[in-house]
C-alpha cells in the first residue's frame, strides 16, 4: 500500500481535485492508496469536505487542533499513516500526481531509496510566466542546500520514501517548511534519485510561504550543516 500524506492549511477548494488527480494517477496500478490529510484546524470547511470526499475515495484528514506547521504535519502524517511506501505532496495541485507511479517504481525496484519530484532535472519544468525573483528565490535556497544532498531541486516537498528507510522521528528537529531535505540528510539515504515533474502553479488558495518561512529555512540549513560536520547543532 502506498500513504500519500498531504500537509494542508487552508486548502479547502484544493482537496477535491488533489483526491482526484491521485485516483487517476493510481488507476490501474497494482498498488491499493491511502491518500492522507494533515490539516492544522483550517476552520475553512475542509473536514466536511474531505467527509464527503470519504464516501468515494480512500481518503482521510487528522486535524491538529495545537500545532502549526508544514514541517512538523509532514511528521505527522508518515506515523500516521500505514503503507510501506510514503509519498509526501502538497495540496495546491503544483506536485502532479501523474509522476507517482514512477517515483514508485524506482523505490520498488530497488534503483533507488528517495525519488524526489524535481523541477530542475532534464524534463523538468516550472511555470513559464515565473518572475526572476520568483525564479532566484527557489534556485538561491537549493544552491544553498546542494552540498547537503547533491540533490538538483532539495526544495521540492514532492517524494517518496519506503517506511522503512524513515529515519526515527526523534533524530528530526523541524522548523518551518521544509522536511524532505531534513529526512534526506538523516535518513543516509545512498540512492537519491529524481523524476522531472512540471511544477504548476497553485490555482486555488494562498500561498503560506512567508518571510519568515525563508528566514527560518535558513535556521534549518545551519543546522543541517552543524549536523553533517558532526558540530553541535545550535538551537
Ligand atoms: N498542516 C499544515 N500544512 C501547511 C502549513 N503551511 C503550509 N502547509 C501546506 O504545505 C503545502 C505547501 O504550502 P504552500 O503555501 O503551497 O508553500 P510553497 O509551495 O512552498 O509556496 P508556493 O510556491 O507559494 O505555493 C500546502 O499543501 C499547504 O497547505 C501548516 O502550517 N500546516
Ligand atoms: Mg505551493
Known amino acids: 500500500m502506498i500513504s500519500i500524506v498531504v500537509p494542508t492549511y487552508k486548502e479547502a477548494e484544493n482537496l477535491p481535485h488533489v483526491a482526484r488527480a491521485v485516483a487517476d494517477a493510481l488507476a490501474g496500478r497494482p498498488w491499493t492508496y491511502e491518500l492522507l490529510f494533515i490539516d492544522d484546524d483550517s476552520q475553512d470547511g475542509s473536514e466536511t ?3 464527503e470526499l470519504a464516501k468515494t475515495h480512500p481518503v ?3 486535524v491538529r487542533k495545537d500545532e502549526r506547521g508544514l514541517a512538523t504535519a509532514v511528521i505527522h502524517g ?3 499513516s500505514s503503507g510501506d511506501v510514503v509519498v509526501v505532496m502538497d495540496a495546491d495541485l503544483s506536485h502532479p500526481a501523474s509522476a507517482i ?3 514508485v517504481e524506482r523505490l520498488e ?3 533507488s531509496d528517495f ?3 524535481s523541477r530542475y532535472v532534464e524534463g523538468g519544468t516550472i511555470h ?3 518572475s526572476a525573483f520568483r525564479k532566484l528565490n527557489s534556485i538561491i535556497p537549493s544552491l544553498l542546500a546542494r552540498p547537503l544532498c547533491h540533490l538538483r531541486d532539495p526544495m521540492s516537498g514532492f517524494f517518496a520514501i519506503r517506511r522503512e528507510d524513515m529515519p526515527d522521528s526523534s533524530r528530526l ?3 518551518g517548511y521544509k522536511i524532505a531535505l531534513e529526512i534526506f540528510v538523516k535518513g543516509e539515504f545512498q540512492r537519491p534519485s529524481e523524476v522531472p515533474i512540471h511544477f504548476s502553479d497553485r490555482q486555488y488558495g494562498e500561498s503560506k510561504l512567508s518571510l519568515k518561512e525563508q528566514l527560518n529555512f535558513l535556521r534549518h540549513l545551519v543546522r543541517l550543516y552543524a549536523y553533517r560536520l558532526h558540530l553541535s547543532a545550535p538551537s
Open 173 to 175: 528537529s523541524p522548523i
Open 60 to 62: 482521510r484528514m487528522v
Open 128 to 130: 513559464d510566466d515565473w
Open 115 to 117: 525519488v524526489l519530484g
Open 78 to 80: 508518515i506515523e500516521a
Open 49 to 51: 469536505i474531505c467527509a
Open 101 to 103: 507511479p514512477a517515483m
Open 109 to 111: 525496484r530497488g534503483e
